[in-house]
């Protein structure tokens, strides 16, 4: 139990950063938005109340899902799964947004409140407000939580904060916060492995190479 507590907090140490300014509180969750569907063809089925929609688009607040198929059990809103296939995008909060195959959304109270996207591999990135750097990930499968405003990568999941690597079985990373949680599978020999980068002067991302001192003399 102590070894995964080190696991957690090595976690997000790496992704918060020794100089990171203290994380946000939590952002509430988002007033009740209309929800808008945009597609350039739909086909219905009244015997089975299926819906298909091609080139489809559909967006509450910030938030958008745009892929080259979607399918429906009615036009609800309240409380329904939607699957989308096909060049899935999904705009998230805080200018970040996920790639893949397919996605499942779910709908709860005419919100969006849950995407799980799958692909070989599902892809996201978020562009972070602490170090202007661009956090990217990837893994088997994403889940989207909006109300918690957590991303969930599993099946060979890896995540870098535009600096260091971690990858793990299970990553946690929280959109609001730029926080990463990981953890290993009990009962596995499974790990998580981290790569941290040296911290370089001048300015992040530039290595510039040691000159050696000039001769006493001026000659080489």
Same mark, same amino acid.
Not at 107 to 131: L, Y
Not at 167 to 196: K, W
């Given at each position: 139990?102590?070894? !995964?507590? &080190?696991?957690?907090? %090595? ?20 007033? +009740?938005?209309?929800?808008? %569907? ?8 009244? &015997? $089975?109340?299926?819906?298909?929609? !091609? ?50 959304? @779910? ?8 995407? $799980? ?18 956090? &990217? ?8 939580? %909006? ?17 260091? @690597?971690?990858?793990?079985? %299970?990553?946690?990373?929280?959109? &609001?916060?730029?926080?990463? +949680?990981?953890?290993? !599978?009990?009962? $596995? ?32």
């Amino acid at each position: 139990m102590a070894r !995964s507590c &080190r696991k957690l907090l %090595l976690a997000a140490a790496l992704a918060s950063g020794a100089a990171a300014a203290p994380a946000p509180p939590p952002a509430p969750p988002p007033a +009740q938005q209309p929800i808008n %569907l945009d597609a350039a063809s739909t086909e219905v089925d009244g &015997r $089975t109340n299926t819906l298909a929609f !091609s080139d489809v688009v559909i967006s509450q607040g910030a938030t958008r899902v745009q892929a080259e198929h979607a399918h429906a059990t009615g036009l609800n809103f309240a409380n329904s799964r939607w699957t989308f296939d096909g060049k899935v995008r999904i705009d998230a909060e805080q200018h970040g947004s996920l790639r893949s195959d397919q996605a499942t959304i @779910e709908f709860r109270d005419n919100r969006i409140a849950r995407a $799980t996207v799958t692909g070989k591999p599902a892809e996201f990135e978020q562009q972070r407000t602490d170090s202007g750097q661009l956090a &990217r990930g990837h893994a088997g499968e994403i889940v989207y939580d %909006l109300n918690d405003g957590t991303v969930r990568l599993s099946d060979d999941a890896w995540l870098t904060d535009g600096q260091n @690597e971690i990858s793990g079985p %299970l990553l946690v990373y929280n959109i &609001r916060a730029q926080r990463v +949680q990981a953890a290993a !599978s009990p009962g $596995t020999d499974q790990r998580v492995h981290i790569t941290i980068a040296p911290r370089v002067v001048p300015g992040p991302g530039k290595i510039e190479p040691v000159k050696p001192p000039p001769h006493p003399t001026g000659q080489p």
